[in-house]
């Protein structure tokens, strides 16, 4: 379980340009065996409360839990429980050998993580590639490598920043799909964090809709639409999001 409890962050500004107050008290929880989707416009604060989970950033009041320990006070022990789907790959090395760095970081020994990254390499339908170096991947190829590195450790909790970007139609499918299992085999905690609703729609069990640095409304998509009384889910996400005003204005548009 990954819960984020009155996390508050703020960017201090530089030659003149101003502060960002990127979280000003956010919670929400994430179960096992559920897929949680952060949505929210660009510059929600999505990214950040993901990189606060990782341990990667750490924020000024509140605090960010991986199966109950705190991400900022212990970063290794939180990450050893955590798949985080974000950053780059190597790209003089194939996607076995990116694979296998992260791996050994966890810990795996040679046998282990040759036994784990061969069972991913089918589970994620990846064969060939496996094999190539990762220079010159397709997007849909470097995120099934991306999620593979993620997995190698086998961790109960899975983070995904804006997965579907620049993926194409079966790629996209592929990876609902992949998730999908990931959570119904193994019972994984896994949030994804998007600004594309109908992602959301198609993929996701539980809904946090972030603004301004906050949760502004949390429940399933058609507890969203019920609570807004908009049978469109965008438009209860808008409505959510920006404030009736906002949700009036595209109507009327």
Partial sequence: MIAVEALGKRYPGSRGTPAVQALAGAS????????????????????????????????????ALVDGVDAARMPQVARRRLGW???GLYPRLTARENILYFARL????ADAA????????DEL??????????EGFSQGERMKTALARALVHDPPNLLLDEPTNGLDVPSTRALRDA?????????????????VMQEVERLCDHVVVVARGRVVAEGS????????AKRDFEDAFVHLAYGEAAASRGAAA
Avoid: F, Y
């Fill in 179 to 195: 998730l999908r299992r990931l959570r119904d085999e193994t019972g994984k905690c896994i949030v994804v964090s998007t600004h």
């Fill in 85 to 87: 789907l974000g950053g």
């Fill in 114 to 121: 040759a036994s784990r990254i061969a069972r991913l390499g």
């Fill in 221 to 228: 998509v058609a507890a969203l639409c019920a609570q807004t």
């Fill in 28 to 63: 929400w929880r994430a179960a096992d065996g559920c897929i949680t989707g952060l949505l929210g416009p660009n510059g929600a604060g999505k990214t950040t409360m993901m990189r606060a989970v990782a341990g990667l950033v750490v924020p000024d009041t509140g605090r």
């Fill in 125 to 134: 339908g990846m064969g060939p590639l496996l094999d190539r170096r990762t």
């Fill in 106 to 109: 966890h810990g795996l020994d």
